[in-house]
């Protein structure tokens, strides 16, 4: 049994010493790998890029199996910055392959072949600066029978910079995250703010502040809201009846509890009036914000016009 034991561990330790010897050959061979880099322009604040450069720097370099493996795990670039001097006016910044490689701050040890691209030119301007709004383009998923009762940016509005032909094809900033899950009944997160990626602008904050208040969703019954005319002048010697309706609503807890029929508007357009031949016209509702009107009683009135 001992004979066994001792067999075992001289082909266990022969095995791993062929194991290291093999891995020490592999990496004395040389390579060649491609590095892809992110790439950021800075600019000055008066200063914009007509088109976007290109997102990453794609470069191929040179080592042995060593240097490579020391590059990726120690002085692999996490990014390329590329700084843009002052400008007066709308000009052409031209970058060559060896300022690009510059950037990169590659170890001596390997050897750059070729970069992609190879050169880079930006087309700057005058920057100009518009106020946009944040819309809330969001997906919240609540637990049924819940509702969305408020929800807030701090800050309403971002200050975009960028050329005037950009800025003109934007009309509002949007959450980078789309979909979000409640964990209390009120929360707030922080989120960056995006447009297209294909717009080379600057956004100013970058991040803001979403305030949600979530509720148990409600139904109530609003007696007597009076139906009106609009306007009223035009349609002298009409006749409607009935003259007030019951309105069925729906929506977060508090804000149905407070709801009041001032707040409910229900009318009949004169135009409407003018052109009613059947004797039947149906009412038009309007409801703050976040209450749904789902039932009118009754659903229509009746309209004739005196002698």
Do not use: C, K, N
Not at 159 to 165: D, K, P, S
């Amino acid at each position: 049994m001992q004979g066994w034991v001792e067999r075992i561990a001289v082909l266990s330790g022969a095995f791993a010493f062929a194991l290291l010897f093999w891995a020490y050959v592999r990496l004395s061979q040389t390579y060649v790998t491609e590095l892809r880099i992110p790439l950021r322009v800075e600019l000055p604040a008066e200063l914009a890029l007509r088109t976007m450069p290109p997102p990453v720097l794609a470069v191929h370099v040179q080592g042995t199996g060593w240097q490579l493996l020391a590059l990726e795990i120690w002085h692999r670039p996490r990014g390329a910055v590329l700084t843009v001097p002052e400008f007066h006016e709308a000009a052409l910044f031209g970058v060559g392959r060896e300022h690009l490689l510059r950037l990169l701050s590659l170890p001596a040890a390997v050897t750059p072949l070729h970069i992609v691209p190879d050169t880079l030119t930006l087309h700057l301007e005058r920057a100009h600066v518009r106020r946009l709004p944040v819309v809330p383009a969001l997906r919240i998923e609540l637990p049924p029978g819940f509702l969305v009762a408020q929800l807030r940016f701090e800050p309403e509005s971002v200050t975009v910079r960028g050329a005037q032909e950009a800025l003109a094809s934007l009309g509002a900033v949007f959450p980078a995250e789309t979909r979000l899950v409640p964990a209390d009944w009120e929360f707030t997160r922080e989120l960056p703010v995006m447009v297209p990626s294909s717009l080379p602008v600057r956004l100013e904050p970058e991040r803001i502040r979403l305030s949600v208040r979530i509720q148990p969703e409600a139904e109530g019954v609003l007696e007597g809201i009076p139906v009106e005319l609009s306007p009223a002048f035009l349609v002298r010697g009409h006749v409607f009846f009935p003259q007030r309706v019951r309105l069925w609503v729906r929506g977060p807890l508090e804000r149905i509890v407070a709801l009041s029929p001032r707040e409910l508007r229900v009318s009949i357009p004169a135009v409407e009036l003018l052109r009613d031949t059947t004797g039947v016209l149906v009412p038009q509702v309007q409801a703050p914000e976040g209450i749904e009107v789902f039932r009118i009683e009754p659903p229509f009135l009746f309209h004739w016009q005196q002698e």
